[in-house]
């Protein structure tokens, strides 16, 4: 009989210092995983946002090798995709028409109107990372019809496809 008591008050579960190493375990986990999951997410915006920005790259050279050539470049407007990541200066119009609330594209600008250098802006608004918001893709092309990327995100968030410089 005395056996069957002691088995009864056999101990489960986990004690409280168990629980605490586990507790403090995680933290640590926590404070090393978030700010490189920050830093993964703004990356991974920036090179949405480069892309996005880029695509129109085609819709540009079918301007130029058409003529259509504006200072506002009106003619060519209505192309990009919306998205959520750009905002737009002025009218908002995405594909023609009026964007979504909270949606942008890439904003075009002729700066010869002969020579045929255009330059794709797209500039992060308030749903991509706080890190980036405000901050600038620029693709440029020159005369001759060669691009580049310019930003000025973060040096920590550079891309090798759209290098960061101060002059952008």
């Not at 990356?43 to 003529?67: F, H, L, P």
């Not at 980036?132 to 620029?138: E, Q, R």
């Amino acid at each position: 009989m005395n056996r069957r008591s002691i088995a009864r008050n056999v101990q489960k579960g986990f004690t409280l210092i168990e629980l605490m190493i586990v507790v403090a375990i995680i933290g640590i986990l926590a404070a090393i995983a978030i700010p490189q999951y920050q830093t993964y997410v703004a990356k991974s915006q920036i090179s949405r946002v480069i892309g996005e920005t880029g695509s129109q790259k085609t819709a540009v050279e079918d301007c130029v090798i058409n003529g259509k050539l504006t200072a506002s470049a009106t003619s060519c407007a209505g192309t990009a995709t919306g998205s959520n990541l750009v905002v737009s200066a002025g009218t908002n119009t995405v594909n023609g028409g009026l964007a979504p609330a909270g949606m942008g594209a890439p904003i075009l600008s002729f700066g010869g109107l002969t020579d045929g250098s255009a330059t794709l802006t797209s500039t992060f608004g308030n749903n991509a990372a706080s890190v980036i918001a405000g901050k600038k893709i620029v693709w440029s092309r020159d005369a001759s019809g060669t691009w580049s990327c310019l930003s000025d995100v973060p040096k920590k968030y550079e891309q090798v496809a759209c290098p960061t410089s101060s002059a952008t």
